[in-house]
């Protein structure tokens, strides 16, 4: 069975980093393509960055392109989200998605504060 598990979530001030990953087990992580989403209180879960198979495609939303970056350790079957520059629009709560083919599966999610 697929699980993800996010962890480094917390508070951070605006103009911080902060690095979020998840661990992966139960699928085969180096053909599954991974991705971030988040979700901030009150609205829909939103798309921020994918990453494929491979680690040489990468996607990321508008609002953080430039700022964010995807990565993933194929070996250790982990994908990481470099948070850089934040804003308090950035605070949410943050999702690993993996996905091969048709089959989607989600973490628990962690909580990203932006705060001074």
């Known amino acids: 069975q697929a699980q993800l598990v996010e962890s480094g979530g917390g508070v951070v001030q605006p103009g911080g980093s902060l690095t979020l990953s998840c661990a992966a087990s139960g699928f085969m992580f180096n053909v599954a393509t991974m991705s971030w989403y988040r979700q901030a209180p009150g609205k829909e879960r939103e798309f921020v960055a994918t990453l494929n198979s491979v680690g040489n495609r990468k996607n990321y939303a508008d609002s953080v392109r430039g700022r964010f970056i995807i990565s993933r350790d194929n070996a250790k079957k982990t994908v990481a989200l470099q948070m850089n520059n934040v804003e308090d629009a950035d605070t949410a709560v943050y999702y690993c998605?993996?996905?091969?083919?048709?089959?989607?599966?989600w973490g628990q999610g962690t909580q990203v504060s932006v705060s001074s």
């Open positions: 998605q993996a996905k091969i083919g048709s089959a989607t599966s």
